[in-house]
């Protein structure tokens, strides 16, 4: 099956340094969703890509849909104690019943005030 | 986006009982989707519900142990069958609203521990 490759695993961070993290697979994907996860709770979704090569803002996060659709990756600008959490990546592609999404990894964030 | 709740939030079960776990949503939604989130791990999707069809199954997960309804357009349920200590996991519904059905949002989850 397809696998989504998530790097890093695990941050810790000073607060107010800058986040990237990246996923990649060997599929091709038709959008790429970045994630948030906080404890006890489901995931949130940050952003959407839905273009080869799209750059896309929302706040202090960045991410980017990769040229070849195989890659992606977020960035986290000026971090805040809040940020903390698990970052997902995910892929959608087309399954039997319709869209399907495969997962990364996930990286989890700590950031020290 | 919808907005989705689920119930229970948690429950502790014994070995061999069932629980059937329920997805509200507020706003009809023709795609929805359950996964499982084992400990510390990524989310994987068990099935994919959408109304007016039988439940497409990934590989790994059969009916008969994740039996599901999709009676209408805003509710479905997941019943997790003669459960055992691996079946303790979160159990997440999403759904997929709007047109182009690419973003999915998520339930806050269910939390499952089988004793």
Redesign the interface.
Known sequence: ?QQLNQSPQSMFIQEGEDVSMNCTSSSIF??W?W?KQEP??????LI?L?KAGELTSNGRLTAQFGITRKDSFLNISASIPSDVGIY?C?G?SN????????????TRLMVKP | ?AV?SQKPSRDICQRGTSLTIQCQVDSQVT?M?WYRQQPG?????IA?A?QG?EA?Y??GFVIDKFPISRPNLTFSTLTVSNMSPEDSSIY?C?V?PGTS?????????T?LTVL
């Not at chain 1, 006890?40 to 979704?45: A, R, Y």
């Not at chain 2, 791990?41 to 999707?45: D, F």
């Not at chain 2, 059905?101 to 989850?109: A, C, K, L, M």
């Open positions: 099956g038709n959008t969703l994630y006890g709770e489901g995931p949130v979704l959407a839905y997902f995910a959608l399954n039997n019943a319709g869209n399907m999404l495969t997962f990364g990894g996930g | 986006s989705i795609m989707f791990q990524s989310l994987t999707l994919t959408n069809s497409t990934e590989s997440l999403s997929a059905y690419n973003e999915q949002f998520f339930g806050p989850g939390r």
